[in-house]
């Protein structure tokens, strides 16, 4: 069964500081695909990227990053130059598109890291 | 695109009574999850279905719980009786062929926060 495991319960830091959240994922599928998401205050879910297993390299976007690395099945989010926007829940999920009836399953979610940017 | 919809936003009853969550999921995505967020267990996936067809109830936490859609465009989750430990915010999500495995990630409505008293 997969697993994902956001070790980091909350993290607060200081504006303009750079942040990393932890991701580390099980799975025995060799097909299977991570994703982050967002939670601001207000509670809705918000899309930030996905990864598939086949691809290890790392993303930018903007301040965020994200490095993937298969051996040692982590998946971590890295916020540079944290602003105060960037306070949110953040969630890593794991879905292995097992195809069962046809199509992909859904997500596996992480318990999220509670990110306080402090001004 | 308005997104995935879900109504009511907020739900407030009274134990034992029935509770029906809604769901209107992007036009032309085949597949359709509800999810629950609680303290404790976190963000868990409760059913999904794909092309109208539930998939898999195996998170439905009891027979309280129960899930349809009629048709491509609406879904509904029901508890009966409803319960203070059903207390959760609700998330319905869509996603078009082939979900996370196409790559085109899954939608989240905004969620519905119901409360049981």
């Known amino acids: 069964a997969q697993k994902v495991t956001q070790a980091q319960t909350e993290i607060s830091v200081v504006e303009k500081e750079d942040v990393t959240l932890d991701c580390v994922y099980e799975t025995r599928d060799t097909t299977y695909y991570l994703f982050w998401y967002k939670q601001p205050p207000s509670g809705e879910l918000v899309f930030l990227i996905r990864r598939n297993s086949f691809d290890e390299q790392n993303e930018i976007s903007g301040r965020y990053s994200w490095n993937f690395q298969k051996s040692t099945s982590s998946f971590n989010f890295t916020i540079t130059a944290s602003q105060v926007v960037d306070s949110a829940v953040y969630f890593c999920?794991?879905?292995?598109?097992?195809?069962?009836?046809?199509?992909?399953?859904?997500?596996?979610f992480g318990k999220g890291t509670h990110l306080i940017i402090q001004p | 695109d308005a997104g995935v919809i879900q109504s009511p936003r907020h739900e407030v009853t009274e134990m034992g009574q029935e509770v029906t969550l809604r769901c209107k999921p992007i036009s032309g995505h085949d597949y359709l999850f509800w999810y629950r967020q609680t303290m404790m267990r976190g963000l868990e996936l409760l059913i999904y279905?794909?092309?109208?067809?539930?998939?898999?109830d195996s998170g439905m936490p009891e027979d309280r719980f129960s899930a349809k859609m009629p048709n491509a465009s609406f879904s509904t989750l029901k508890i009966q009786p409803s319960e203070p430990r059903d207390s959760a915010v609700y998330f319905c999500a869509s996603s078009p062929i082939g979900g996370g495995a196409a790559g085109y990630g899954y939608t989240f409505g905004s969620g519905t926060r119901l409360t049981v008293v």
């Open positions: 279905f794909n092309n109208n067809v539930p998939i898999d």
């Open positions: 999920a794991l879905s292995e598109a097992t195809y069962s009836g046809g199509g992909a399953d859904g997500l596996t």
